[in-house]
């Protein structure tokens, strides 16, 4: 199945810690990456291989994975990370890719 | 910088044909699987298409399979999306999206798994 399910809303106040999870029958056999968007912007990357950072990515973004759900946390959020958080995975192949529904994270 | 600059969209009828076209820089276009993503208004992100490093493979989202033809000039680095039939919910922004995780050897290049740098987008309205 290439069904990734996310929660649709997440609400934290500036400080505290948010959880984003993902769950689908892709993990644990194929990776997750994670984008973070927001309004009127283009997606960008933030995690990739479950728990890699990209370069220029702040430290606060983590990623880990267990069983079939993989989680975006994000500790110590600032107003600036309210945005559209998707998860993405694709076939074991790259021939077919799917994102989650993706969640709406509002810093409070 | 990795650059990607969408052209092409606009508003069009119902049945009809339209073609985006992608202009890429900053990195090595010819080695790089390539996207299309698209997102309808207030909706999520729904991937549309790759096509390999040299245009040989191509595979499809089921929403758009036989209506849609993506290729590639990697003599000008450029990416096109041709979609036909437009249905009023092909209505959406379409992302032009280099391909991340891929490798090359043995004069192969693989398309990876995931997307790392993504265009600022052009909007397609289907409407009569």
């Known amino acids: 199945s290439f069904d990734l399910t996310q929660p649709p809303s997440v609400s934290v106040s500036p400080g505290q810690t948010a959880r984003i999870t993902c769950s689908g029958d892709s993990f644990p056999k194929h990776y997750a990456y994670w984008y973070q968007q927001k309004p009127g912007r283009a997606p960008v990357l933030i995690m990739y291989?479950?728990?890699e950072r990209p370069s220029g990515i702040p430290e606060r973004f983590s990623g880990s994975s267990s069983g079939a759900t993989v989680t975006l946390t994000i500790s110590g959020v600032q107003a600036e990370d309210e945005a559209d958080y998707y998860c993405q995975s694709a076939d074991g192949s790259s021939t077919y890719f799917f994102f989650g529904g993706g969640t709406k994270l509002t810093v409070l | 910088q990795v650059q990607l600059v969408e052209s092409g969209g606009g508003v069009v009828q119902p049945g009809r044909s339209l073609r985006l076209s992608c202009a890429a820089s900053?990195?090595?276009?010819?080695?790089?699987?390539m996207h299309w993503v698209r997102q309808a208004p207030g909706k999520g992100l729904e991937w549309v298409a790759v096509?390999?490093?040299?245009?040989?493979?191509?595979y499809l989202g089921d929403s758009v399979k036989g209506r849609v033809t993506i290729s590639r000039d990697n003599s000008k680095n450029t990416l096109d999306l041709q979609i036909s039939s437009l249905r009023p919910e092909d209505t959406a922004i379409y992302y032009c999206?280099?391909?991340?995780?891929?490798?090359?050897?043995?004069?192969?290049?693989?398309?990876?798994?995931?997307?790392?740098?993504w265009g600022q987008g052009v909007p397609v309205t289907v409407s009569s």
């Open positions: 999206v280099k391909g991340g995780g891929g490798h090359c050897g043995g004069g192969v290049c693989f398309i990876g798994p995931y997307f790392d740098y």
């Open positions: 900053g990195f090595t276009f010819r080695n790089s699987g």
């Open positions: 291989k479950d728990i």
């Open positions: 096509i390999s490093y040299d245009g040989s493979q191509t």
